[in-house]
């Protein structure tokens, strides 16, 4: 089991910049061969993927995203990042990280993110 945690969320103006982190413990430390995704869920809205990073380091971004947000990871410490620049009041959403291994997606609680105007 991977049981990802989030932390990083926060209240930021217009035109602010965030950066999220997301852990993921967990016995024999599957981290550095999971592949990493970002999601959101804004108020009353579906779920949106974001960003993914894979074991390697390819990156991929939705079209929404592209240019303002940066997904990274750093592997020495079983930590993935969020990099949100640029942030618009429609980016307020909870924010969750994805940790997918062998084909299972584990998620984490999430973390607020409100911009305002």
């Known amino acids: 089991q991977i049981h990802p945690v989030e932390s990083g969320g926060g209240l930021t103006q217009a035109g602010g910049s965030v950066r999220l982190s997301c852990a993921a413990p967990a016995p024999g430390n599957p981290f550095k061969r999971s592949t990493i995704g970002w999601h959101r869920r804004a108020p009353g809205k579906q779920r949106e993927w974001l960003a993914s990073i894979t074991s390697g380091g390819d990156t991929t971004y939705a079209d929404s995203v592209k240019g303002r947000f940066a997904i990274t990871r750093d592997n020495d410490v079983n930590l993935a990042y969020l990099q949100m620049n640029s942030l618009k009041p429609e980016d307020t959403a909870v924010y969750y990280c994805?940790?997918?291994?062998?084909?299972?997606?584990?998620w984490g609680q999430g973390t607020q993110v409100t911009v305002s105007s």
């Open positions: 994805e940790v997918t291994r062998s084909g299972v997606g584990f």
